[in-house]
C-alpha cells in the first residue's frame, strides 16, 4: 500500500487564508523576522474556529481512508506547541486512527519522513520540490488547478481513482 501524506493547512482547511486575514488585521509587516514572531504567537483556538474545510476535505478523507488503497497520515508543519495541539484537536474530532505528524517549521516535511516512493498533496510548490528530489511523487492541491509543473487537485477524494 501506497504512504500518502496530506498537508494540513490550505489543503483540509482554509488557515491560511484565515491567518494571513489575522495578520493583516494586527497589522503585521510582510518581513520574514515579523512573520516567524506572528506565527509562533498566533492563536490557534481562533485561527481553527474561523477555518473552514476545503471542497468537503473530512468527507473526502473519510473516503480515501476507506478505500482501502493507501496508508494516510497528515503532515503538518507547524510553529508551536498550542498549534500542535489544536490541529489534533481539530483532526480527532474528525478522525480517532489518522496518523497526524507535525514537522516543525524551520524542517523539511522531506527530512522528516521518508519520502521515497511515498506521495505527498501539498499547496506549497517549496514543499513538493523538496520531496520530488527526496525521490517522493508530489501531488499540487490548488483550487485555481495551477500546478506549477506537478499534477494537480482541487478536491481529496480525487486522489482514489487517480492513482493506481
Known sequence: MTNLYIDFDGVIVDSIAVSYKIAEEQNVVE???????????????????RSKPINNSWDCLEKIIDSHKFNVA??????????????????????RDITIISVPKTISKADMIKAEGSILVDDYVGNLDEWKAAGGYGIKFDLDMDGKGYPVIDRLDVLIDMID
Open 31 to 49: 518581513n520574514l523576522k515579523e512573520y516567524q514572531e506572528f506565527y509562533k504567537k498566533l492563536d490557534w483556538v481562533e485561527v481553527l474556529e
Open 74 to 95: 497528515i503532515l503538518t508543519h507547524v510553529n508551536s506547541i498550542e498549534e500542535i495541539e489544536e490541529k489534533v484537536k481539530m483532526i480527532r474530532k474528525h478522525f
